[in-house]
């Protein structure tokens, strides 16, 4: 890895850090999902977020997926921040000729996740480009309680998920390497697991990144490091189980792409530990037991036989110095795989 | 004219006309320019505006107007409705080697419209293209008083905008044709403006398509015409007449243009004039007083000698039927402006 440092925060703290931010933020550059201001005794909150790349790679070409995750990317991160979305403004970019049936089938997209997160089309701007491009802004609020940042976490405190890892990735490689392994991807916006996450939760994030760069913000922001205690083979989805096995991928790499599940990541005290679990599954679902947060900046965490230690930005960086290019990628982690293998084989 | 529609209306409504709207919401499509929204006693306003076409056509190529023209477009539409800006959320999508420089003068040029606007940057989102885009999303408040929309305007009102008009137009005039007219632009939201006018106005809209494409609007939205009693010559700004005497184009063709100058075009009631620019002289402006809404669907003008009839999307429609070829709109517009003097000289 060439440097220690994320290259994502690098990049956002260079292009971002020069803005003059509003004095009544509750949130400061990189410290949650969305922008939260404290307004009549409530907090509004707002996200803008983007389909950009994945049309421009083709990764999504279903204008329903796009319409649908031009939705869920922002929504995913109003629930990051527990908050309630209220509605969105699209900012749209279509060749001027798009036809008809793209057309009704992006909208359908866009009214379908609408109508499952209960939020509307407030408005938008449209204009005419070579190519589909799309930059959303959803609208919401905390009417009580505190905003969930995704900082606060201790060492000692546990990880979660809402749920297993790693489809978003498997979906990937599916579109890019093997599109005959056909992977499903339809995320949706964690917003129900979230109303019981902030009343526990000291810290959270969503990983539309993906688990390994969304450990590497965490790490930068809150000066920690992981301990996954839970072998990673458990916490594959069932599309990245598929993927893992057919194309005979190591675990570590179905976490570690930067295109996410959509799933949230938060941390809980350890003397809360027992009250969520039980909540959570009173409210009817599991969440996923990753590990603990500790002190020291590293990641561990079990793949196949392996047992690895990584610096928190070492899987992410990978595909930041890939310079976008997906086959240099999977190279690189196979690359990574294999000085793993031989270190883990050359251990004491 | 190929259509008697405006075209960039039936475009919007194709694209959104087909989502959801939030039952709440105080405007329809296109009543107004900006989303408003009920909120605490209050209004909650919000726009999403992009500058696109005028980075991909060359028309912006200083980074420190592309950074002010990203905050001044989305806040002037604020203003458009009596609103108060709070803060905006920038949809950025740079090339990854973007220099430093260009970088420091975008952001500079940020921060300065920001703090000529009193308002921050909230947070955003980053993507890396091949070219610049920029989308931003501002979001305000109106604490009291309605809001005002495009419609509402009543046959017999009076129509004003916040000052002389033409200069988006004379700026792309120079940009596209002869650089070597030297005419600047820096448009500012008329914020200060719209205090006064938001208390008097039976509508508003901003002039950032330009004169005659924001006519066309309102004669669609309010089923109007408008009768431009004062001489266009009289409209026209400084750089406008500048561009008119050196390249000789004719005065309405200032106006013509969907690069608009971001003053308020707004009606006030025929009683209520005289109060009204008495405010505005206390206030140390005077609104430029074009003419008179009437009840039949056209625009009637004087260029020059002559007195023209047109249907009120008649010009705004000959952008749109260039398919954004420069050259080939202002042809249409030569030959447009041809068929009128030939028309005026047959007239009886």
Chains 1, 2 share one sequence.
């Not at 990880?159 to 339809?186: D, K, V």
């Not at 027992?274 to 947060?293: A, H, M, R, T």
């Amino acid at each position: 890895m060439g440097t220690d440092n994320n290259k994502e925060v690098a990049m956002i703290r260079r292009i971002a850090g020069n803005f003059t931010r509003h004095p009544f933020q509750v949130n400061q550059l990189m410290e949650a999902d969305a922008e939260i201001i404290p307004y009549h005794g409530e907090y509004l909150v707002l996200k803008t977020d983007g389909v950009h790349e994945e049309i421009k790679t083709k990764l999504y070409e279903d204008p329903a997926l796009i319409g649908w995750m031009a939705v869920t990317a922002p929504v995913s991160d109003i629930a990051a921040v527990g908050a309630v979305p209220e509605g969105i403004l699209l900012s749209l970019q279509l060749p001027q000729n798009e036809n008809e049936d793209w057309l009704a089938k992006f909208q359908e997209g866009i009214n379908h996740a609408c109508r499952h997160y209960n939020i509307y089309v407030l408005g938008g701007d449209t204009n005419f480009s070579d190519s589909v491009s799309i930059s959303a802004t959803v609208v919401g609020h905390i009417k009580s309680g505190r905003p969930l940042l995704r900082t606060g976490m201790k060492p000692g405190d546990c990880l979660y998920a809402t749920s297993l890892l790693g489809a978003g990735n498997a979906f990937a490689y599916s579109r890019f390497f093997n599109q005959a392994l056909e992977i499903g991807f339809r995320p949706a916006a964690r917003l129900v697991e979230s109303k019981v996450i902030r009343r526990y939760a000291t810290s959270c994030i969503d990983t539309s990144d993906g688990l390994f760069p969304a450990l590497a913000v965490l790490s930068e922001v809150n000066i920690v490091g992981f301990d996954l205690q839970t072998p990673l083979i458990k916490l594959l989805s069932e599309e990245a189980i598929s993927v893992h096995r057919h194309a005979e991928l190591p675990e570590w790499m179905l976490l570690a792409g930067p295109h996410g599940e959509y799933e949230l990541l938060f941390t809980v005290a350890g003397e809360k530990q027992q009250d969520f679990e039980i909540e959570c599954k009173s409210e009817g679902w599991n969440p996923v037991y990753l590990g603990k947060v500790v002190d020291t900046p590293h990641i561990d965490f079990l793949s196949g036989p392996m047992k690895v230690r990584c610096h928190p930005s070492g899987v992410a960086n990978l595909f930041y110095e890939s310079n976008g290019d997906i086959f240099a990628y999977l190279e690189s982690l196979m690359q990574q795989h294999k000085n793993w293998v031989v270190e883990f084989n050359q251990a004491p």
